[in-house]
């Protein structure tokens, strides 16, 4: 499944286009089919699933809330001990 249809427009201090947005593209891609079945997920199993840092999920399920990325709803449940566990649960 496709997050949008549009061009990405990733930013930062660091980002450079070219070398960037095909990596951010196909990472954000992959978080977004996981998420997509609305069930809850600590950044650990999400990196377990799709290979990506749990740093660069947490990134990607940021950007999934601007409107930019399609203003999704990512819900977050604090389980205790540091650990939350994620889901997407449609647009704001």
Known sequence: MNIIQQELKFDGADYVPDRDNPRLGSQLQ???A????GKWRSLQD???LTGDPQASI???LRHLR???FGSWNVERKYMGDGLYLYRLNGRS
């Open 30 to 32: 992959r978080v977004f």
């Open 34 to 37: 996981l998420v997509a079945d």
């Open 46 to 48: 999400m990196s377990d």
């Open 58 to 60: 947490s990134a990607q």
């Open 66 to 68: 601007k409107p930019r």
